[in-house]
């Protein structure tokens, strides 16, 4: 059987087709992902079986962004489930299209009787050996936990009675969804196996147990924490307890890391929940009345010349050029996604809203580049790629570089704070880091080197 199964959409029925049509997806997915994404880490992929029926169930916090992002790392295409009024949209139909995606009727847009065609063409690609993605809170959502779980990919499991089955949660997890450049994570939980029963989806308790368990193995893999204050006090413990003393200003820990640490605090008792979240929230109000940041704090007085800096600097210099020439032939799509990105609006629909913008700002502009700019020329598609999202990636990764040794160049002693504000900062900080050790239950501090863990594209 074929791995990915046949797709409902009619572009798509042949097999080689929708080989290609995979082909293209994952394309395009990757090229958006690595323009919007300073860096994306991926666990537990190997969850993911590499032949037979599988149902993809994640988290939904960056809206379009989302489908994007499994696309990229997913090592198969999956099937996804969208919503019906995406198809609405012109300029979000085609794409549609291409990756073979099912409208899904929603009950607040209206009936949904059409929904047993879907559950019917999900039961298809299933029983071949193919893969389906549902976001089962049903929208996307700023919330710092899940939505309550839909019992639509328990039915789709059972209804299928595909033998082997797997229903593989993951987690998206973004640093700042809504603005470019930033870090992403995707995290492979454990997969839940489906035996293939007599009962189907109308089986209302086995659909109830699922589902319960899907929230849970979801809960898991996502983020998942009582509020958003909660949320940012335990990220900044965090990042506070894995950054090390005298080291480099501008090394920042994996985002898998930061998560997985912050996942234990939450898990903690609750009385030392409390202590790390106090202690989080006198060091950083310290912080913010001296105007200085953990990482000035943490990196204290240390020698400028290292060679890596030497080498980062050189790199640097013999890329500006192309770095130059890719700010100019960007400037233009990058001008029109913040604009479109200054609307009042929420950060998840900020995300879709820039990134979208984005995906077809960019291809037009180097459409242009080679149309008009380098007609005449040999090969001036080649040489619109070059200039255009060649060089503009070049200009992202030295933008980065620099802003990265604008941190490193962070000192105490460069700030305005006087030698008791200084101890003042360095005791909060120790018990701080006291506390979360404390929670944690280690015997000493994460055993992960300062710097070891750069994410660099």
Known sequence: MREDGARGSP????????????????????????????????????????????????????????????????????????????????????????????????????????????????????????????????????????????????????????????????????????????????????????????????????????????????????VDYEDAAQAADLGFAAAVYLRRTGGSASWSPRLGDLERTADRLADAPAEDRAKVRAAADGYGAALRANGTTDRAVAAGHRPTARPSRILATLFTILALPFAVIGLVANLVPATIVHLAGRRGAAPVTLATIKFLTGLVAFPLTWWILARWVFHGTSHPWLWSLAVGPICGLVAAIVIDRLRRARLARLRPGRLIVPDRAAEDLLDRRAWLVEMVRAALGDDGQASIPAGSLDVRP
């Open 11 to 222: 572009l798509c029925h042949h097999p080689d087709v929708r080989a290609l049509a995979d082909r293209v997806v994952r394309l395009i997915a990757r090229a958006a992902t690595l323009g919007w994404f300073r860096s994306v880490e991926a666990t537990g992929l190997e969850r993911i079986p590499g032949s037979g029926p599988c149902l993809i169930v994640a988290n939904h916090p960056g809206g379009f962004v989302d489908p994007a992002l499994l696309a990229s790392v997913m090592p198969r295409t999956p099937m996804f489930l969208a919503m019906a009024s995406l198809w609405k949209n012109p300029l979000l139909r085609p794409l549609l299209a291409l990756a073979g995606a099912i409208p899904v009727q929603r009950a607040p847009d209206g009936a949904t009787d059409r929904n047993v065609d879907t559950f019917a063409r999900c039961f298809d690609v299933l029983r071949d050996d193919g893969v389906v993605a549902i976001f089962p809170e049903g929208r996307a959502s700023d919330e710092p936990h899940l939505l309550p779980v839909k019992t639509g990919a328990a039915r789709i499991a059972l209804g299928a009675r595909a033998p082997g089955l797997r229903i593989v949660p993951v987690g998206l997890i973004y640093e700042s969804k809504q603005r470019a450049r930033q870090r992403a994570l995707v995290r492979v939980g454990e997969p839940i196996p489906v035996e293939a029963e007599p009962a189907g989806e109308q089986d209302r308790e086995r659909v109830s147990r699922l589902t319960a368990e899907i929230r849970a193995r979801l809960a898991d893999a996502s």
